[in-house]
């Protein structure tokens, strides 16, 4: 799809026009003429069979690209004179809300209360053996309630009041935890104001907080909440992930702001303090952090998994507090900065805005080199909408920005992190371009001299007939539609919902289960599917969240008063009453 803008049809000669009065022999001459054209054309129709015939792949990309639609660039002025229109596209939401009903109600079904479900086992299972704490439950109330799906939220609600307990003795995923479970939550408390959420939603910020007795105040990677005890992570040198300990920010300091206690705000804000002091000259972060030193570990560098969100937090913490902790700006500035200087590229031939990954290799004498690997996760197809965001909130030039913006209403800033945003969303939607219309977990692109033959850019490294890579999956992941949604609300472009809908539509096609759910595909690029029994919570706390939003009117969460948790979960934007940053 991406070279749609380069190809472009030769315009034919225009005919000549004919005189009135022929003769005979002017006549029979057009005969003539019309008889070798007859030919030519016959001739020309042949040779692009055969040429389709030997090229369908070629092709098939091209019609792909016709139907799909592409946005190249962003042509500021272009875009700012087409007519908006954010009203809610109606049959389509209501199709979304459809498709979530028939995930919640064969959960309901088989697992109600389990953390996880398995749709075609039609089983549940839990986290831990110690029991459930409603990872799957509380990570959907806020999309039904945003749906208006009263009867199901009924029944979940009094699930939360009967059946939730964080009196677990079990290892839990601190960040997980904290995503899902408190950020969903909240953000029930805050679409409802009933007390139930916020008691059960402080209880485990309690229990979470003790993960933060370390020496310099970065959270273990897991917990224990029956025993309120932090547990180190023994896979990875006892370092913890820079992404976790920077993405329980928007959740802890809610807590704060809704309950009026200052603990959970100074233990979030703190780790942002030992991160800033932390800095590498890069100004880019690695994925691992010691605990006992505060300070990066020596590791890859990426905005894929365990990098991901705390990008995105830094924006969004700028965001919560209503741009008034300053500290965060910096930091995201910086960071963007630092992105666009070592890990963004573009592709080979089809001219694909991606980002890379480096990692460090020792050689002989233990000298440390940086090499590129050029992978992207499917995580970091966040990272688009992410950045449109951010052009408008910290790459503003004034205090008004339009729907979509105009060229003058971006610091230079801005205008680079638009674009890089707008082709980052374009290229997640090329990876989309599949047998199924779905884009696998991680893709790679090709480099010069890499020995790789592929139909575009970008491929799924080890796919090959008869072999499944686990790079070739897709688990009803949200970042895409995520970005989509962010850009359609700044936009108003109906491309991002046209892309939108064409991945709900793939996901009703191949992932959705006979007997009630959806599950995973093993393969995207393989018909017919295989899948793999699990439906990931955030299909319902996020993708179809943000389909449902792509789809309502922007009155609907607007984005000038709310900011989304990393699953989804939306926070209102207030202004800070309990500090105003460090610095
Ligand atoms: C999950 O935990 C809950 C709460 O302890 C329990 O009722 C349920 O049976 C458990 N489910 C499974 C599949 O073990």
Redesign the pocket.
Known sequence: MADSGVRKRKNAKSSEDSGNNDSAAERARKDSDAAILKHVLLAVVISASIFLYHNWDYARTFIRAKTRGSIEGWDFEAKSKMSVDLSADAPKRDAVVAAFKYAWSAYERD?M???EYHPIGK????LTD???IGYTVVDSIDTMLLMGVDEEYARARKWVAE?L?FD?QGNFNTFETTIRVLGGLLSAYDLTHDDIYLERAKDLGDRLISAFSTPMGLPLSQINLAKREGVPDQDNRGLVSTAEVSTLQLELKYLSYLTDEEVYWEKAENVMKVIKDARIPTGLASIFLDPNEGKFAIGPIRLGSRGDSYYEYLLKQYIQTDRAEPVYREMYDDAMTAVHTHLIRKSETEGLTYTTEIIPERDRQGKINWRMIPKQDHLVCFFGGSLMLGAVTTGAAGDHVSVPPREDELTAQGKRDWLTGVELVRTCMATHETATGLSPEIVHFRTPNDGITSEHDWYIKGARPGHTPYDARYILRPETVESLFIAFRLTGDPQYRKWGWGIFEAIEKHCRIESGGYASVLNVDALPVELEDKMETFLMSETLKYLYLLFSDDSVVPLSKYVFNTEAHPFPIFHPTIRTGFS
């Open positions: 697992a209360g389990d953390d089983s549940g299972s839990n110690a029991g459930g059946g307990s677990r």
